[in-house]
């Protein structure tokens, strides 16, 4: 069974998402799997609602943009409204704990997290929320290993912020853990 | 061999390409979906001892990479939809006065300034009868990152060796994709360069030595005095308005492409031997085509996909033969149907040509082209 994941992280332009799926992407090369990153462009993606969209796999990756994802992020009420409600089945929906979800929204795990609130108390920066989802989206489905993470955030992110970066992620994880 | 693996865009791609097929001039305008093309040679070459230019348009862009590549330097420029357009005449001259040049065009949504961030395949039939008169044209479709690196080097390769404009048609789909690519050393790289004359006062700018397949170039500069001009010309470059002259000169120049066409056509099949059905499809929609096969030959379907890499000198008999073993042939594209047209001249009524195709700006996604496939069964 070829290990998948086709993910959608929505929010606003200058939350680093587009950073984030290329993050990650890079770790799973690192762990020897398939990637593809794709984002949305122009007007669409300055303020309003902006999207990354990655797919990790085992097998070669044919068609290179999500359809329905197995996993959606939303930082954002915006982004949430835009693009939550295209998710398989199957799939798990994460949003900031301060978005109101719509009625009757169907997922297998539908999950609202401080992901901005532990950005801004625990780790002193609302600039890492980025990281802190990474530490949780990898620490819910182990689709790219620790170490590759850390490695692919520590090549992406400016000098200097290596530590605040390492504690955003150690948080992610914790999230991730306590749910 | 110092292999790199890199996690890249196909206009990031392409630059790299570029640079290891050795070019050292740049000019253009910037656009979507292209404009990181212009981005990164503008960071790229200037550490190489080369030349960015933005220019004040499109028109521009492709002028002065036309005169740089004369004084010898390897020149492209890249654009979209809009500034394909603006490029046309000059396209031309390049092809009558056998100038080198590589023109990447990073397909949009069109016509017009149409949907510059979103994809489209609707300049294929431009590529070809974009600029006035008859001419060669070679034109090349990557459908991912690393094919996007390949041929960058190979339509440098073949602007050399054919002495003539070599299109790079991709789009927003490949052009701003992520995945992997794993770049080979510089050692591992095939190059061609021009030939250059050393014959000194005999040298005649458009004539044909033994042997050769174009005219040997100097740089304008290096002490060959010459003469280049877009009005029919005799072996020496000047102007010559005598119609066997102008007859000579034409055949030559379709000649050099069509007499080559082996070279210069690849094409990629998958699942062709045993197949009774046949997709067609090239760039981003080829990868498209490709998760469709694999879910149609699931089912048990035996269908195959032909993709050109080359679509300008079109595939013609490859096309032809796989249309003599099929059923059906579906050709998949972003336009209206521009491909479509090309396999059913050259099919010539052996199977139905079929059509799977939208110009919105959205990609056309597996289950889209599965479904109209499936109204043949």
């Known amino acids: 069974m070829s290990k998948q994941l086709e993910l959608r992280l929505s929010g606003s332009g200058g939350q680093g998402l587009i950073t984030a799926g290329i993050i990650l992407a890079e770790a799973a090369l690192k762990d020897n799997m398939n990637a593809i990153q794709t984002q949305s462009y122009g007007p669409e993606a300055r303020g309003g609602a902006s999207k990354a969209e990655v797919i990790i796999s085992d097998a070669a990756i044919d068609f290179p943009k999500v359809t329905l994802p197995t996993m959606t992020l939303a930082l954002t009420q915006i982004a949430s409204d835009k693009y939550i409600g295209d998710i398989s089945e199957e799939g798990t929906i994460i949003v900031d704990d301060t978005i109101q979800l719509p009625e009757g929204i169907k997922a297998k795990n539908i999950y609202k997290i401080p992901i901005i609130k532990t950005a801004v108390s625990e780790v002193g920066k609302e600039i890492v929320a980025n990281i802190v989802a990474l530490g949780l989206i990898v620490g819910l489905t ?32 914790e999230l991730a853990k306590n749910i | ?19 290891m097929a050795g070019m050292t001039f740049y000019s253009g305008y910037p656009i979507t979906p292209s404009t990181e093309i212009a981005e990164l040679s ?22 002065a990479a036309i005169g740089a590549s004369l004084t010898g330097a390897k020149a492209m420029t890249a654009t979209s939809g809009p500034g394909f357009s603006l490029k046309q005449e000059n396209i031309g001259y390049a092809a009558l006065t056998e ?48 094919e996007t690196f390949d041929l960058t080097i190979r339509a440098f390769n073949l602007a050399e060796k054919y002495r003539t404009p070599v299109i790079l048609l991709t789009d927003e789909i490949t052009g701003h994709m992520r995945e ?39 740089d304008f500069g290096s002490g060959f005095r010459y003469h280049v001009t877009g009005l029919m010309h005799d072996e020496t470059g000047f102007p010559s308005n005598s119609t066997k002259n102008a007859a000579v000169l034409m055949d030559r120049l379709m000649a050099k492409i069509e ?36 879910t149609l030959r699931a089912e ?20 032809v033969e ?18 479509k047209l090309e396999v059913e001249r050259v099919v010539k009524g052996n199977c139905p040509v079929r059509f799977c195709g939208k110009a919105n700006g959205e990609v056309l996604t597996p289950e889209e082209l599965i479904r109209k496939f499936k109204e043949v069964l």
């Open chain 2, 300 to 319: 048990g379907i035996k269908v195959g996909l032909f993709r050109p890499i080359t679509v300008w000198p079109f595939p013609e008999k490859q096309v």
């Open chain 2, 180 to 218: 992997k690519i794993e770049i080979p050393d510089q050692s591992e790289i095939e190059i061609y360069n021009r030939i250059k004359p050393t014959l000194g006062e005999d040298y005649k700018a458009y004539k044909v030595y033994d042997g050769d397949i174009v005219p040997k170039m100097a």
């Open chain 1, 142 to 173: 182990g689709i790219v290993s620790e170490e590759s993470l850390e490695q692919a955030i520590m090549s992406r992110i400016p000098k200097g912020t290596e530590d605040l970066n390492r504690l955003a992620l150690k948080k992610g994880y």
């Open chain 2, 1 to 19: 061999m110092a292999r790199k693996v890199k996690f890249l865009q196909g206009n990031e791609a392409c630059v790299e390409g570029a640079l």
């Open chain 2, 99 to 146: 100038v080198p040049v590589v023109i990447v065009n990073v397909q949009r949504g069109g016509p017009s300034t149409g949907l510059p961030t979103a994809p489209g395949q609707g300049d294929l039939m431009q590529a070809m009868w974009g600029t006035h008169g008859d001419h060669p044209v070679i034109c090349l479709t990557p459908d991912s990152v690393k």
């Open chain 2, 42 to 63: 503008a960071e790229g070459l200037p550490r190489i001892g080369g030349k960015f230019i933005q220019m004040e348009d499109e028109i521009a862009g492709i002028a």
């Open chain 2, 259 to 294: 007499n080559n066409k082996e070279d210069i056509i690849t094409y990629e099949e998958i699942e062709t031997a045993d197949a009774e059905y046949l997709i067609v499809a090239y760039g981003g929609t080829a990868r498209t085509a490709k998760a469709a096969i694999k």
């Open chain 2, 322 to 339: 796989l249309s003599e073993k099929v059923k059906d042939v579906l050709v998949a594209e972003l336009n209206y149907g521009q491909m």
